[in-house]
């Protein structure tokens, strides 16, 4: 699909809701406040019983569409099934705790201009609802072009700040693969990057908030036995690669048991952790008591 460079494409957003109010108007608001205004809305929601629903339709905007889902599913199968009500060339997402800056869609848009441009990020804010301070989730430059081997080693895609191609969806059967909970994002855009351009816009363009519902035990726990499936299963990946995952596993498995306590079996554990910055970082974690530990709610991975 080429974008016409002479006129405003079409960006469909789509928004997946599953009891948000607690911070859903500020991410409507996000969204009218762009400066570029040729876009629509996919609200998906997943069968919410608070007053996300309310909430949202109390913003009057023709841009703004809602759909109520049939039955609530995994947040996956919801992904897709607004993707398919999308009319745009362009695919935005963005979830109901997060916010985009005024500028966040006319500066990625721009990028869309080179034609071999398949889907464009940037940087982003992390706002931590615990202590009240935000910061650069990335201070070094961010890569561009086919970075499937950067990407892999150190996931720095927010799903908040990306706009891809339609038709980049469109020529594989599937989007999200519905198996998966929690790394759907992540296995969808690896496989994507294998093949496709990646441009970045290098300064933050929108904030993700860190709150009470972000970081859980049984979220977490999910996330490790997801990624070792993922592992297992994906047979391209070359030795380094491989052995490059298996040690964030393990970082995020002791990281897992400090949370749970078992500090003996951390230490354990630690000891097949081959960087010397993680081995010092987990010791850390060890050392601070663990009320303090849970309120970090840093990226652990």
């Given at each position: 699909m080429?974008?016409?460079?002479n006129?405003?494409?079409?960006?469909?957003?789509?928004?997946?809701?599953?009891?948000?109010?607690?911070?859903?108007?500020d991410a409507?608001?996000?969204?009218?406040?762009?400066?570029f205004?040729?876009?629509?809305?996919?609200?998906?929601?997943?069968?919410?019983?608070?007053?996300?629903?309310?909430?949202y339709?109390?913003?009057?905007?023709?841009?703004?569409?809602?759909?109520?889902?049939?039955?609530?599913?995994?947040?996956?199968?919801a992904?897709?099934?607004?993707?398919?009500?999308?009319?745009?060339e362009?695919?935005?997402?963005?979830?109901t705790?997060?916010?985009?800056?005024k500028?966040?869609?006319?500066?990625?848009?721009?990028?869309?201009?080179?034609?071999?441009?398949?889907l464009?990020?940037?940087?982003?804010?992390?706002?931590?609802?615990?202590?009240?301070?935000?910061?650069?989730?990335?201070?070094?430059?961010?890569?561009?072009?086919?970075?499937?081997?950067?990407?892999?080693?150190?996931?720095f895609?927010?799903?908040?700040?990306?706009?891809?191609?339609?038709?980049?969806?469109?020529?594989?059967?599937?989007?999200?693969?519905?198996?998966?909970?929690?790394i759907?994002?992540?296995?969808?855009?690896?496989?994507?990057?294998k093949?496709?351009?990646?441009?970045?816009?290098?300064?933050?363009?929108?904030?993700y908030?860190?709150?009470?519902?972000?970081?859980?035990?049984?979220?977490?726990?999910?996330?490790?036995?997801?990624?070792?499936?993922?592992?297992?299963?994906?047979?391209?990946?070359?030795?380094?690669?491989?052995?490059?995952?298996?040690?964030?596993?393990?970082?995020?498995?002791?990281?897992?048991?400090?949370?749970?306590?078992?500090?003996?079996l951390?230490?354990?554990?630690?000891?097949?952790?081959?960087?010397?910055?993680?081995?010092?970082?987990?010791?850390?974690?060890?050392?601070?008591?663990?009320?303090?530990?849970?309120?970090?709610?840093?990226?652990?991975?």
């Open positions: 080429l974008i016409n460079k006129k405003h494409p079409l960006v469909s957003i789509i928004m997946n809701c599953y009891n948000g109010e607690t911070y859903i108007a409507v608001k996000s969204i009218l406040s762009q400066t205004t040729n876009f629509e809305v996919i609200f998906w929601d997943n069968q919410s019983y608070d007053n996300s629903a309310l909430i339709k109390n913003f009057k905007d023709n841009r703004l569409k809602y759909y109520y889902s049939k039955k609530h599913t995994s947040l996956y199968r992904r897709n099934l607004a993707i398919k009500k999308a009319k745009g362009l695919i935005a997402f963005l979830d705790d997060d916010i985009w800056l500028d966040k869609l006319s500066l990625q848009i721009e990028k869309f201009k080179d034609e071999k441009v398949k464009v990020y940037s940087n982003y804010y992390i706002l931590n609802q615990f202590t009240g301070l935000k910061k650069i989730a990335y201070k070094n430059k961010l890569p561009e072009g086919l970075i499937f081997k950067e990407l892999l080693k150190n996931y895609l927010g799903i908040g700040t990306v706009i891809i191609k339609k038709d980049i969806f469109l020529k594989r059967k599937k989007f999200f693969n519905q198996r998966f909970n929690i759907g994002d992540f296995d969808n855009f690896i496989r994507i990057s093949n496709n351009y990646f441009s970045c816009i290098q300064h933050p363009l929108s904030i908030r860190i709150h009470n519902k972000s970081f859980s035990n049984k979220n977490y726990e999910m996330h490790i036995e997801e990624l070792k499936f993922w592992v297992n299963k994906n047979y391209f990946l070359n030795k380094n690669l491989l052995s490059y995952l298996k040690q964030k596993i393990l970082y995020m498995e002791i990281i897992l048991n400090i949370f749970n306590k078992k500090y003996t951390s230490l354990k554990m630690l000891r097949k952790i081959r960087s010397a910055k993680k081995k010092i970082k987990l010791l850390l974690f060890l050392i601070i008591p663990n009320s303090i530990f849970k309120k970090i709610k840093i990226n652990f991975s």
